[in-house]
């Protein structure tokens, strides 16, 4: 077993690796398309949702790597 984790990108996905579950909000387990590692869209704009299918690219999607500071 590999312990979870979650990266950032900058302007891009969110990268899970390790041993995670994916469930939707009825508890449905989602399956991933590769063992290794799971790209989850950001942008939202994925016609692959929850999964990112590198639309960011294209509608040029921007947003930081690290975290925000709050909004005011």
Do not use: W
Request: proline share 7%; charged share 30%.
């Amino acid at each position: 077993m590999t312990e979870p984790s979650i990266t950032v990108y900058r302007d891009g996905p969110l990268m899970l690796r390790g041993d995670v579950q994916i469930v939707d909000q009825d508890g449905n387990v989602i399956e991933p398309n590769h063992e290794r590692a799971v790209a989850l869209c950001r942008c939202g704009k994925s016609r692959m949702r929850p999964f990112c299918d590198g639309t960011h690219n294209v509608i040029r999607f921007r947003a930081p790597g690290a975290l925000e500071d709050g909004r005011e």
